[in-house]
């Protein structure tokens, strides 16, 4: 007995399981519009400017503090064109209240491949926290840091009073 085709592709259930357990931990992230009791950070990132600096990855950011860490969390934004060669992106990001880290001290970056199996390279530059309300806290940057990152790369930095500034373009 044969079955007739509805005329429609039909995506089999691991493809669809497996993404669903890839994009559920980024979906399910807090909204930069949470409540007003919530911590919220401005979280900025300077992409290198050496010859393909730029990446197609996911960046995902965890800050350290005195008093513990956050989880990882997305520093992309939908349908925008991030971490490009030499640019500067903007992160607003929010925490729970009662998930108080402390002062923080260190921001964590790692990258994720998109595409099962690819990864580009990615020429980080230094990122920069500040605590989103005004009179917040400049938590500090990285200093000019130009690591290269590859596949699923993790580094930790020390983040240093002061602003971002300087001259050099990570070339």
Same mark, same amino acid.
């Given at each position: 007995?044969?079955?007739?085709?509805?005329?429609?592709?039909?995506?089999?259930?691991?493809?669809?399981?497996?993404?669903?357990?890839?994009?559920?931990?980024?979906?399910?992230?807090?909204?930069?519009?949470?409540?007003?009791?919530?911590?919220? =950070?401005?979280?900025?990132?300077?992409?290198?400017?050496?010859?393909?600096?730029?990446?197609?990855?996911?960046?995902?950011?965890?800050?350290?503090?005195?008093?513990?860490?956050?989880?990882?969390?997305?520093?992309?934004?939908?349908?925008?064109?991030?971490?490009?060669?030499?640019?500067?992106?903007? =992160?607003?990001?929010?925490?729970?209240?009662?998930?108080?880290?402390?002062?923080?001290?260190h921001v964590e970056i790692t990258t994720i491949a998109t595409?099962?199996?690819?990864?580009?390279?990615?020429?980080?530059?230094?990122?920069?926290?500040? $605590?989103?309300? $005004?009179?917040?806290?400049? =938590?500090?940057?990285?200093?000019?840091?130009?690591?290269?990152?590859?596949?699923?790369?993790?580094?930790?930095?020390?983040?240093?009073?002061?602003?971002?500034?300087?001259?050099?373009?990570?070339?």
């Amino acid at each position: 007995m044969s079955r007739k085709s509805s005329g429609r592709a039909r995506v089999p259930k691991m493809v669809l399981v497996g993404l669903t357990a890839l994009l559920l931990p980024v979906l399910s992230m807090p909204s930069a519009s949470a409540a007003p009791n919530t911590n919220r =950070y401005t979280i900025r990132v300077r992409t290198g400017c050496g010859s393909g600096a730029g990446t197609d990855n996911w960046v995902m950011a965890k800050l350290i503090g005195t008093h513990g860490s956050t989880n990882f969390f997305s520093l992309e934004k939908s349908f925008n064109n991030d971490f490009e060669r030499c640019d500067t992106d903007s =992160y607003l990001w929010s925490d729970l209240p009662q998930s108080d880290i402390g002062q923080i001290t260190h921001v964590e970056i790692t990258t994720i491949a998109t595409v099962l199996g690819a990864a580009d390279k990615w020429q980080f530059g230094w990122a920069s926290v500040y $605590e989103d309300r $005004e009179g917040g806290t400049n =938590y500090g940057w990285t200093g000019w840091q130009c690591h290269w990152f590859g596949k699923n790369d993790i580094r930790t930095y020390k983040l240093n009073t002061g602003s971002p500034g300087g001259t050099s373009s990570c070339s």
